[in-house]
């Protein structure tokens, strides 16, 4: 979404937004516990891979790799949502500003 359809959200949208995107990070983060539960739950079959050190290898590649897709993903929400309370507050001041010059 750009800026300046979010400056055409009103106060109600741009919160439903931010509840959206937060709602969206929980789920993801679920489901990466879960498929991080399931890959410790399942046995590694050492004969297909090799050795023990491939095998950490493989291992660390990804969790690494679930880990940074989750960061990725939890910092575009956080960011997303720091630029929605943002324009929802700079909103709100102006409906203020505008009802007090009315006044």
């Given at each position: 979404?750009?800026?300046?359809?979010?400056?055409?959200?009103?106060?109600?949208?741009?919160?439903?937004?931010?509840?959206?995107?937060?709602?969206?990070?929980?789920?993801?983060?679920?489901?990466?516990?879960?498929?991080?539960?399931?890959f410790n739950d399942q046995d590694i079959r050492l004969t297909a891979l090799g050795s023990i050190a491939e095998a950490s290898l493989q291992l660390h590649g990804v969790f690494e790799a679930?880990?940074?897709?989750?960061?990725?993903?939890?910092?575009?929400?956080?960011?997303?949502?720091?630029?929605?309370?943002?324009?929802?507050?700079?909103?709100?001041?102006?409906?203020?500003?505008?009802?007090?010059?009315?006044?």
């Amino acid at each position: 979404m750009t800026e300046k359809e979010l400056r055409k959200l009103n106060r109600y949208q741009l919160l439903e937004l931010l509840v959206m995107q937060t709602e969206r990070a929980e789920k993801l983060q679920k489901q990466l516990e879960r498929a991080e539960a399931q890959f410790n739950d399942q046995d590694i079959r050492l004969t297909a891979l090799g050795s023990i050190a491939e095998a950490s290898l493989q291992l660390h590649g990804v969790f690494e790799a679930a880990q940074a897709a989750a960061d990725a993903y939890l910092e575009s929400a956080r960011t997303q949502a720091e630029e929605i309370l943002e324009n929802a507050r700079k909103k709100a001041e102006q409906i203020l500003t505008e009802a007090q010059n009315s006044l």
